[in-house]
């Protein structure tokens, strides 16, 4: 199984990403589970449908986990994508890494990727920070490649440097390693020069590039995928290239 976590600034396009990808991975035949890992629950916002997800949290809120069952907690969405939703504290309250650490192990005590022979997984988690509870995915054995989405502004530069080092840190005890960068493009000058220099600095390959797109925008107002709503644009192809790719540095990884 192939196991990923998708860090990046704020805002940079993590989510959009994440879910195009995992339609794009359908397409090549995977059975794929997309984890939101951010209190905001917006991760799999685009693949629901319409579909009420409740977070793994807010579950186990309300029954004894030994009464609870697999489907209460990942539901079925935009083209076969299984859909989990971790939760977190309401805002101010409490520390969302560890909700992060409680959600993903009750999803793993559900033997939700043997039920559903998940052949790839996606942890999306929330913004920059990889302490803690949020380094969860890559400290645990959940997630093996972790890919940094960013662009070529300087916060974006600078947060994907900080989640380099962190990750490079947890290589050393045998954890996650780092699997590629993703540069999602906000047109900024010199933007994919900036971005080359940042994979030479950190070590890490360009998995791949992704436009600057009304098409992205446009989908993301009607709360949906690109694959979904434009499956034969120029966008949709790079998607499709992009799954490409990860899956074959993933598989390269493995082959070390």
């Known amino acids: 199984m192939i196991k990923l976590a998708f860090y990046g600034k704020g805002g940079i396009g993590k989510s959009t990403t994440a879910s195009n990808l995992s339609l794009a991975f359908r397409e090549m035949g995977l059975n794929v589970l997309q984890v939101g890992c951010d209190p905001k629950e917006d991760s799999t916002l685009l693949l629901r449908n319409g579909k009420t997800l409740p977070s793994v949290l807010d579950v186990l809120k309300v029954k004894d986990p030994d009464a609870i069952t697999l489907d209460e907690l990942v539901i079925k969405g935009v083209g076969g994508v299984m859909l989990a939703e971790a939760g977190g504290p309401p805002p101010g309250l409490g520390?969302?890494?560890?909700?992060i650490v409680?959600?993903?192990?009750?999803?793993?005590?559900q033997n939700v990727f043997e039920e559903y022979k998940i052949d790839v997984?996606?942890?999306d988690v929330l913004g920059d920070?990889?302490?803690?509870?949020?380094?969860?995915p890559i400290r645990e054995g959940f997630?093996?490649?972790?890919f940094i989405v960013t662009s070529g502004e300087n916060m974006a530069l600078h947060a994907a440097?900080?989640?380099s080092l962190a990750v490079d840190n947890f290589k050393d005890r045998g954890y996650a390693h780092l699997g590629g960068v993703i540069l999602n493009k906000r047109n900024v000058d010199k933007e994919e020069e900036k971005v080359e220099q940042l994979c030479k600095d950190i070590a890490s390959p360009l998995a791949g590039k992704l436009s600057f797109s009304k098409t992205v925008q446009r989908c993301d107002e009607l709360e949906k995928t690109v694959m979904e709503v434009e499956p034969n644009s120029q966008m949709a192809q790079e998607y499709r290239t992009l799954a490409k790719a990860v899956i074959n540095l993933c598989k390269k990884e493995e082959q070390c």
């Open 143 to 146: 997630a093996e490649d972790v």
């Open 102 to 109: 409680v959600a993903l192990n009750e999803l793993k005590r």
């Open 161 to 163: 440097r900080n989640i």
């Open 121 to 123: 997984v996606i942890y």
């Open 95 to 99: 520390c969302a890494g560890r909700s």
């Open 129 to 136: 920070v990889v302490c803690g509870g949020f380094s969860m």
